[in-house]
């Protein structure tokens, strides 16, 4: 087989998918967009091609060898955004985890790294694609090279060959830079020749075939004012020429043969996917790692099977764990338990905890302390089968997530193999995964891997426990964490009751309403068609009703969400597209996914609380998640409707701190003036916009509170001057000079920017109020880019951290006063900064007072906390 060289300009590529898809990040913050668009180009390529060999070129600085020649080379360029600059070093992790060589020399240009090696290739007959988004590269166009340019966004790509670029630019490879001497570039700041455009350009390069015999032949240029203007700038064409030029012999230090590419290892491919959660890419990687297949070798376990449990079992310091095959433990069926302590190890089948009353009593004992894994699974399992469980010491699960947050996996074989306990199996090893995944035959294996897990929680309670001393983070697991799990675990239990047949009419007026949006669509278009298919849509919208192309991709127009804002104003039927768009989703996403997980016997939603994902310490809630329900559209909001109490004449209440966030920046940055706003109850963003404009309340205009309130928010979660052009709409300079004003008019949160930053790279990681901690490996990185992402990391995690605190530290008050003056109201949801609860009318001024003094006064502030309290018939009504 011939080899096959493929070639990409790394920095093009990476620009044009960070341009082209919405800022995206992590779990951990982290900016990926550039790379997941990126990545997605490199699997289709990989996919598509089979290349035998790959390469991929990368700028190496600011200066290169041109600017000896011409100063303001490339001048005039906005500063690469730090969204984009931040994931250059991920994008270099990635090629390693492919086993594609990258490469970039000191003054020398990705293009000439590309020019050189191509030329190289070309010599040993070998067939070469260039990848980038640069038109400059087409002077290397060839019978054995291909150029693909991305024309939008990284999807839709042109090759060009010596036929196709003669036919699409009329010149031909030789004459690509005399076309770029001639007519200049203002992305390169190349200045050719002042009022010569790429069509003059092209019939000069016609009539004379290079710019050499054009200045030959000057006299032979029709029209005095082109030659004037040909004679005039003769320096600056040639200069040009010189500029644009690939240099096709550069100093590199590689050559064609040593970017060989064998492939890669799936496994490696598959972490780097799951660290950056590319979830959706993880399908087009094949199978797992060969070890992953193997058995582990383990010591030899004893335990007891018992069927009859007694009193003389329990120690008082037991280790506990119910096992379930998937993470669902509200729908899952119990597999078996086990309990370890220092007397044995025991399985225990789930109908022998279900018959008996002194299993019942040990767990309900508050005496008798349990070591457990997840207490809010226990808690709600235990609720399945009537039971409840006090007296939780210690949860594994809580405690790897305090101790490093950054981890992926908190399970008990991965936390074990982390705290050097190697003597258990991976829980694919004995069910498998994927499609193949299920309960093994071999009963003896499940209770032995039980049993194994269970010891692990006996054995590393002690380990783990000194970690969170020497931490200072005990008190952080057994007053906030463990209690909270043990409240959230009875609000998933409790759930919230949904009005099935409301969401059911909700449905029913959605598609009626998406019925009037159609036939309003196929009015204005002249015509019916699929709404729902680009194919059909594309051409109705650049073709006939002739609006202008914003992108293409391969199969045609693009008529993503984005293009169709760009074209807002321009035709009555975009705006009746974007709203029947964000219909169909609320009625397949959010009315059919609802009532897809209402409990049938009682007409209940038990959402899961995820209290061990962010490392911020926020909480997040899946199957269904609450918090993505969207409210921004009035039909959206209406989804809320749906959630109604559980009893006749009860009320829904929804309690939401006012700008936590920002209370608590106020707090931690000790600025007088901001927590001056708040101890007198002005509006902050109102205030925000007299300081950094320097005008009255009344000079205030609802344009300048909403920047004032996109820079408040921003400045909370480390905004840049790209972040805040792109919100507002306004230029990066602009956007820059804003956020200097805000930082100049409260000097305290500039000062907390420098001193929470430096505190970071003295010891490595920072810490909440309550103590919650966020490592930070990049803080004192010598990679600009690294180390500003953690730098901004340092700034938010506090603020976002102490936040999610209060919000705790208020549901675990307001649950003990609840049962301690015996009130029948429930806590019911936490979403973002709210709470939600059920109260019988005659106790709704009660507890609306309760929850406002609880929520309030969680935690001591320098500023007051306020909490707006609203109730009603649901959860809409509470809004």
Same mark, same amino acid.
Do not use: C
């Given at each position: 087989?011939?080899?096959?060289?493929?070639?990409?300009?790394?920095?093009?590529?990476?620009?044009?998918?960070?341009?082209?898809l919405p800022?995206?990040?992590?779990d951990?913050?982290?900016f990926?967009?550039?790379v997941?668009?990126?990545?997605?180009?490199?699997?289709r390529?990989?996919?598509?091609?089979?290349?035998?060999?790959?390469?991929?070129?990368?700028?190496?600085?600011?200066?290169?060898?041109?600017?000896?020649?011409?100063k303001?080379y490339?001048?005039?360029?906005?500063?690469?955004?730090?969204?984009?600059?931040?994931?250059?070093?991920?994008?270099?992790?990635?090629?390693?985890a492919?086993?594609?060589?990258?490469?970039q020399?000191e003054?020398?240009?990705a293009d000439?790294?590309?020019?050189?090696?191509?030329n190289?290739?070309?010599d040993?007959?070998?067939q070469?694609?260039?990848?980038s988004?640069?038109?400059d590269?087409?002077?290397?166009?060839?019978?054995?090279?291909?150029v693909?340019?991305?024309?939008?966004g990284?999807?839709?790509?042109m090759?060009?060959?010596?036929e196709?670029?003669?036919?699409?630019?009329?010149?031909?490879?030789?004459?690509i830079?005399?076309?770029k001497a001639?007519?200049?570039?203002?992305?390169?700041?190349?200045?050719g020749?002042?009022?010569v455009?790429?069509k003059?350009?092209?019939?000069?390069?016609?009539q004379?075939e290079?710019i050499e015999?054009l200045?030959e032949?000057l006299?032979?240029?029709?029209?005095?004012?082109?030659?004037?203007?040909?004679?005039?700038?003769?320096?600056?064409?040639?200069?040009?020429?010189?500029?644009v030029?690939?240099?096709?012999?550069?100093?590199?230090k590689?050559?064609?043969?040593?970017?060989?590419y064998?492939? #890669?290892?799936?496994?490696?491919?598959k972490?780097?996917?799951i660290?950056?959660?590319?979830?959706?890419?993880?399908?087009?990687?094949?199978?797992?790692?060969?070890?992953?297949?193997?058995?582990?070798?383990?010591?030899?376990?004893?335990y007891e099977v018992?069927?009859?449990i007694?009193?003389?079992l329990?120690?008082?310091?037991?280790?506990?764990e119910?096992?379930?095959?998937?993470?669902?433990?509200h729908?899952?069926?119990?597999?078996?338990?086990?309990?370890?302590?220092e007397?044995?190890s025991?399985?225990?089948?789930i109908?022998?905890?279900?018959?008996?009353?002194?299993?019942?009593?040990?767990?309900?004992?508050?005496?008798?302390k349990?070591?457990?894994?997840?207490?809010?699974?226990?808690?709600?399992?235990?609720?399945?089968?009537?039971?409840?469980i006090?007296?939780?010491?210690f949860?594994t699960l809580?405690?790897?997530y305090?101790?490093n947050?950054s981890?992926?996996?908190?399970?008990?074989?991965?936390?074990s193999?982390r705290?050097?306990?190697k003597?258990?199996?991976?829980?694919?090893?004995v #069910?498998?995964?994927g499609?193949k995944?299920?309960?093994?035959?071999?009963?003896?294996?499940?209770?032995?891997?039980?049993?194994?897990?269970?010891?692990?929680?006996?054995?590393l309670?002690?380990q783990?426990?000194?970690?969170?001393?020497?931490?200072?983070?005990?008190e952080?697991?057994?007053?906030?964490?463990?209690p909270?799990?043990?409240?959230?675990?009875?609000?998933?239990?409790?759930?919230?009751?949904?009005?099935?047949?409301?969401l059911?009419?909700m449905g029913?007026?959605?598609?009626?309403?998406?019925?009037h949006l159609e036939k309003?669509?196929?009015?204005l278009?002249?015509?019916?068609?699929?709404i729902?298919?680009?194919k059909?849509?594309?051409p109705?919208?650049?073709e006939e009703?002739?609006?202008?192309?914003?992108?293409?991709t391969?199969?045609?127009?693009s008529?993503?969400?984005?293009?169709l804002?760009q074209l807002?104003?321009k035709?009555a039927?975009?705006?009746?597209l974007?709203?029947?768009?964000q219909?169909?989703?609320l009625?397949?996403?959010?009315?059919?996914?609802?009532?897809?997980?209402?409990?049938?016997?009682?007409n209940k939603?038990?959402?899961?609380?995820n209290?061990?994902?962010?490392?911020?310490?926020r909480?997040s809630?899946?199957?269904p998640?609450?918090?993505?329900?969207p409210?921004?559209?009035?039909?959206g909001?209406k989804? /809320?409707?749906?959630?109604?109490?559980?009893k006749?004449?009860w009320?829904?209440?929804?309690?939401?701190?006012?700008?936590?966030?920002?209370?608590?920046?106020?707090?931690i940055?000790?600025d007088?003036?901001?927590?001056?706003?708040?101890?007198q109850?002005k509006d902050?963003?109102?205030?925000t916009?007299m300081?950094?404009?320097?005008?009255?309340?009344?000079?205030v205009?609802?344009?300048?509170?909403?920047?004032?309130?996109a820079v408040?928010?921003?400045?909370?979660y480390?905004i840049s001057?790209?972040?805040?052009?792109q919100s507002l709409?306004?230029?990066?300079?602009?956007?820059k000079?804003?956020?200097?004003?805000?930082l100049e008019?409260?000097?305290?949160?500039?000062?907390?920017?420098?001193?929470?930053?430096q505190?970071?790279?003295?010891?490595?990681?920072?810490?909440?109020?309550?103590?919650? /901690?966020?490592?930070?490996?990049?803080?004192?990185?010598?990679?600009?880019?690294?180390?500003s992402?953690?730098?901004?990391?340092?700034?938010?995690?506090?603020?976002?951290?102490?936040?999610?605190d209060?919000?705790k530290?208020?549901?675990?008050?307001l649950? /003990?006063?609840?049962k301690?003056d015996? #009130?029948?109201?429930n806590?019911?949801?936490?979403?973002?900064d709210?709470?939600?609860?059920?109260v019988p009318?005659?106790?709704?001024?009660?507890?609306?007072n309760?929850v406002v003094?609880?929520?309030?006064?969680?935690?001591?502030?320098?500023v007051p906390?306020?909490?707006?309290v609203?109730?009603g018939?649901?959860?809409?009504?509470?809004?």
């Amino acid at each position: 087989m011939a080899n096959k060289l493929i070639l990409i300009d790394g920095n093009s590529i990476a620009y044009r998918a960070f341009f082209a898809l919405p800022l995206l990040n992590n779990d951990k913050g982290v900016f990926t967009n550039a790379v997941y668009g990126f990545t997605t180009m490199l699997l289709r390529m990989l996919e598509e091609e089979q290349p035998t060999h790959v390469l991929v070129a990368f700028d190496a600085g600011k200066t290169t060898f041109r600017h000896e020649t011409y100063k303001e080379y490339k001048g005039g360029r906005e500063k690469t955004p730090s969204e984009l600059s931040e994931q250059f070093p991920l994008l270099r992790e990635l090629l390693d985890a492919f086993q594609i060589k990258h490469y970039q020399l000191e003054k020398f240009e990705a293009d000439d790294i590309i020019g050189t090696i191509a030329n190289e290739a070309k010599d040993k007959n070998w067939q070469v694609k260039v990848i980038s988004g640069d038109k400059d590269l087409l002077q290397l166009v060839s019978k054995q090279v291909d150029v693909r340019l991305t024309k939008k966004g990284i999807s839709d790509v042109m090759t060009y060959t010596p036929e196709t670029l003669k036919e699409d630019m009329e010149v031909t490879a030789e004459q690509i830079i005399d076309l770029k001497a001639l007519m200049g570039d203002k992305s390169d700041n190349i200045p050719g020749v002042p009022g010569v455009g790429q069509k003059t350009a092209v019939k000069l390069l016609k009539q004379f075939e290079t710019i050499e015999n054009l200045y030959e032949h000057l006299e032979d240029v029709s029209g005095q004012k082109l030659k004037e203007k040909l004679a005039d700038n003769k320096d600056s064409a040639f200069m040009s020429k010189e500029l644009v030029t690939i240099n096709q012999s550069s100093p590199i230090k590689i050559s064609a043969e040593d970017t060989i590419y064998q492939g #890669y290892q799936d496994q490696t491919v598959k972490d780097f996917f799951i660290d950056l959660g590319f979830q959706s890419l993880l399908n087009r990687i094949d199978g797992g790692s060969e070890e992953e297949a193997e058995q582990t070798e383990l010591a030899d376990i004893s335990y007891e099977v018992v069927t009859s449990i007694t009193e003389d079992l329990f120690t008082g310091r037991d280790a506990f764990e119910i096992e379930i095959l998937n993470e669902n433990y509200h729908t899952e069926k119990m597999l078996g338990a086990s309990l370890v302590n220092e007397k044995g190890s025991y399985f225990l089948p789930i109908d022998a905890l279900e018959e008996s009353d002194t299993f019942k009593d040990w767990a309900s004992d508050d005496s008798k302390k349990k070591y457990v894994f997840d207490a809010k699974k226990i808690k709600v399992l235990l609720n399945r089968i009537g039971m409840d469980i006090h007296g939780v010491a210690f949860d594994t699960l809580l405690a790897s997530y305090l101790i490093n947050p950054s981890e992926n996996n908190h399970d008990i074989p991965a936390i074990s193999h982390r705290f050097g306990e190697k003597d258990i199996r991976f829980d694919e090893e004995v #069910y498998g995964k994927g499609a193949k995944k299920g309960v093994p035959d071999d009963e003896s294996a499940l209770q032995e891997h039980i049993v194994r897990k269970t010891t692990m929680l006996f054995r590393l309670k002690k380990q783990m426990q000194e970690s969170l001393q020497e931490n200072k983070q005990l008190e952080l697991l057994i007053d906030l964490e463990l209690p909270l799990a043990l409240v959230l675990g009875e609000m998933e239990a409790t759930g919230v009751k949904v009005d099935k047949q409301r969401l059911i009419d909700m449905g029913k007026e959605l598609k009626e309403t998406l019925s009037h949006l159609e036939k309003d669509i196929y009015e204005l278009a002249g015509k019916e068609f699929n709404i729902n298919s680009p194919k059909q849509l594309g051409p109705i919208l650049f073709e006939e009703l002739e609006l202008p192309v914003i992108k293409k991709t391969k199969t045609g127009y693009s008529t993503a969400a984005d293009v169709l804002e760009q074209l807002q104003g321009k035709h009555a039927i975009i705006d009746k597209l974007l709203h029947y768009r964000q219909l169909k989703k609320l009625d397949s996403t959010y009315i059919a996914g609802l009532l897809k997980v209402i409990h049938e016997d009682s007409n209940k939603i038990h959402t899961r609380f995820n209290q061990a994902l962010t490392q911020t310490g926020r909480l997040s809630s899946i199957d269904p998640n609450l918090q993505n329900i969207p409210i921004r559209i009035e039909e959206g909001r209406k989804i /809320r409707q749906a959630f109604i109490p559980s009893k006749e004449g009860w009320k829904l209440i929804a309690a939401d701190y006012s700008q936590i966030e920002l209370r608590v920046l106020a707090h931690i940055a000790k600025d007088e003036k901001l927590q001056a706003a708040f101890k007198q109850d002005k509006d902050i963003h109102t205030q925000t916009a007299m300081d950094v404009f320097h005008v009255s309340e009344g000079e205030v205009t609802s344009n300048m509170r909403r920047q004032a309130k996109a820079v408040n928010f921003g400045i909370v979660y480390g905004i840049s001057d790209y972040g805040l052009s792109q919100s507002l709409g306004i230029t990066r300079k602009e956007a820059k000079s804003f956020i200097n004003r805000y930082l100049e008019s409260y000097p305290g949160v500039q000062e907390y920017m420098d001193e929470i930053v430096q505190e970071a790279k003295q010891q490595g990681y920072v810490t909440t109020i309550m103590n919650r /901690r966020r490592y930070l490996p990049d803080i004192t990185s010598r990679n600009f880019n690294q180390r500003s992402f953690a730098e901004r990391t340092a700034m938010n995690t506090p603020i976002q951290g102490s936040a999610a605190d209060i919000i705790k530290l208020a549901m675990i008050e307001l649950d /003990r006063r609840l049962k301690e003056d015996q #009130y029948q109201a429930n806590l019911l949801l936490q979403v973002h900064d709210e709470l939600i609860l059920e109260v019988p009318e005659e106790e709704l001024d009660t507890i609306s007072n309760l929850v406002v003094e609880v929520m309030e006064q969680a935690l001591e502030l320098s500023v007051p906390l306020k909490v707006d309290v609203e109730y009603g018939d649901t959860w809409y009504d509470a809004k």
